[in-house]
DNA sequence: CCAAGTTGTCTATGATACTAGACAACTTGA
DNA sequence: TCAAGTTGTCTAGTATCATAGACAACTTGG
């Protein structure tokens, strides 16, 4: 590597380094409580400066992701939540079954206006009024993901007070009689998280999210409500579970 | 923004910027052929020098995805794949019914061995020997993803020679006598691209790639190839279709 | 044609990123 | 105890990042 490759990227070559770590970390080359190669070495196999390795490791130190030890080395303390994307999606069970509490936090309910998508999307005409709640969620107080909700503030009055004292979409649609609901498609991209997130999920600038987009139906395939949510990328792991 | 949030995440400011537009473009706020805010508005909405916003907008630019036109303005020119992830998952059938040509091309074909967790994907004995095959998949001559696959070398003898020439999993596998197969269960999550894959995906350094790891079994539920592949987040989105 | 608004280019300055080399402080194993 | 290997700290030089201001070149609409 070298600053050419910085100069066209935009990004750090101490991010790049640090990258690199974290994948290998995440790809099971180094596992929690290994001790990672030199910080000679790891300059030598990224070509970079040792300072430029180092300041990765300190990057990845203050992230909780790898701890320093004078003389030692440096070793690795870290793992991702497995979130499996099904027909039927709670965040609540998932973190539980990680053996982790979950948590819901509103940030803030407000009044909104269906666009044209978001009405194809919730079967209402465009201009319907809306509730959007922006929500996050938490596994074992780390924030995992940031989500925008809509809901049709025709069919759900007041779903911004509910969902603030529930603190979840499951018991929100409960407190309006729905009983059970269904994951309909669920579209998956990432991006860079923007700095309004990166403050909200703890994350640091730079970082890699995953956007997914999804609305969940009543058993009669009626739509519910539609999300746009935020994963911060190194936390969690999509499953996708098939036939 | 200002230079300590750089500092601080790795991320110069001017991609910062960047991702924000594209991000903009993804979402819809800018759709194809709209014509971008001034630079000295996007230069005040990030609060940040007016040059800044034009080396976002330059970068922008080299990529295709935006236009500058002297005394007139900025527009945008993009799309993404929509990528399907479903029991049955063709990249050709997938492409093909975006409206664009499939490609395939052979990166490398090497002998391998089998690590404990490949091993288990494959349902074979760790040291079991392996085709690894790295690959790259296009449509339309822009790189999609690459992907690594792993086949027993007992099951497919001469596997890499069979993919150089048909240049397709499926026909590879029809060669073989396998005559439909299935995935199993899907692990997707984000990264940075290393050097070696922007350099094959024809992608900037710091940029977001989707994360694929993948097992194909055939009717009866044997594992046949296990493949872990990386795709231009900017290039494609997938969907999973539930119920 | 003209004025307002746009992108393009230039100079200049301070802060940050990366490299390079040297040495200190500490841990580990022989 | 000692040598080898590790992380921690310091100085210095070059390239890039970001800001600031000014003006040129061009497009658009009145």
Redesign the pocket.
């Known amino acids: 590597?070298?600053?050419?490759?910085?100069?066209?990227?935009?990004?750090?070559?101490?991010?790049?380094v640090a990258d690199g770590i974290e994948r290998g970390i995440a790809d099971g080359r180094f596992a929690a409580g290994d001790?990672?190669?030199?910080?000679?070495?790891?300059?030598e196999t990224?070509?970079?400066?040792?300072?430029?390795?180092?300041?990765?490791?300190?990057a990845l130190?203050e992230r909780g992701i790898v701890r320093?030890?004078?003389?030692?080395?440096?070793y690795v303390e870290a793992q991702r939540l497995a979130y499996p994307l099904r027909s039927r999606t709670r965040f609540s069970e998932i973190v539980g079954a990680d053996g982790r509490e979950p948590h819901g936090r509103l940030i803030e309910a407000s009044d909104d206006v269906a666009t044209r998508e978001l009405a194809r999307e919730l079967g209402l005409k465009a201009g319907a009024p809306l509730v959007r709640i922006e929500a996050m969620r938490l596994a074992d107080r780390t924030p995992i993901c940031i989500s925008t909700t809509w809901l049709s503030a025709e069919l759900f009055p007041d779903a911004g007070a509910v969902f603030a004292a529930t603190r979840s979409m499951t018991k929100l649609l409960e407190h309006y009689g729905v009983r059970d609901y269904r994951r309909g498609a669920t579209r998956i991209t990432a991006g860079i998280v923007d700095a309004t997130d990166a403050a909200r999920l703890d994350l640091a600038l730079g970082r890699p999210i995953l956007v997914v987009d999804a609305t969940d139906h009543d058993l009669d395939g009626k739509p519910l409500v539609t999300k746009h949510s935020r994963f911060a990328a190194e936390r969690v792991e999509f499953l996708v579970e098939n036939g």
């Open positions: 590597m070298s600053m050419q490759d910085t100069a066209s990227s935009g990004v750090a070559l101490w991010r790049l001790k990672l190669p030199g910080e000679v070495e790891i300059a990224y070509r970079v400066n040792r300072h430029t390795v180092r300041r990765a490791l300190a130190a320093a030890e004078r003389g030692s080395g440096t």
